[in-house]
């Protein structure tokens, strides 16, 4: 189960399967950020031994899909451009605080949070895509989100379970206000107007 105060309408699938091409592109961008999140877990706190082997396999498994996503392109014919990233994942990590171990546990959190949304959405994407071979793809790929939203929260909670439920909560509606305050640009993360209230 996703932890998501507020829904995307189920109307952002087909407005986004109008804006494909540019949908994939912000896709291949995020998978190459997720990658990159992971990674930083483990330069930061080189000491915790807990997040070491599952953000490794973490990163691992987003540069795949990165590498996937890109072949996706290709195959489409579709330049892979470089972009200015999205105010979305800024926005989220705003919520973090400065002292440890909070600080830690509510950045694996808001990447929980943002796992959770980026399925949510390829869900709501590949239920109207015509491209069969790119649906069976997306379903892969929204069931790996949605593992990696687990093992986040889960780890979020081996690093201090005080007032967890509370905290998760907390960091699910301030991602929510976000989102429903994003632009409608084409982007996996964007889309006030969108939002089941
Ligand atoms: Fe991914
Ligand atoms: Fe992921």
Redesign the pocket.
Known sequence: MLNLTLKTNRSWGSWAASHLDEILVDHVH??KK??GTAMNFLFRYPHIRLLQEPLAALAR??L???EIVLKELDRKKIDFVPQKPSPYGQKVHRVIRDEEPAKLRDTLLCCAVI?AR?CERLSLLSDVLEDLGLRELYKE?LA??AR?HRIYVELAREISSAGFEDRLLEICSHESNVISRAQNLPRLHSGAGFMNS
């Open positions: 995020c998978e997720a990658a498994e987003e795949e899909h990165f796992e980026s790929l790996a989100e990696h």
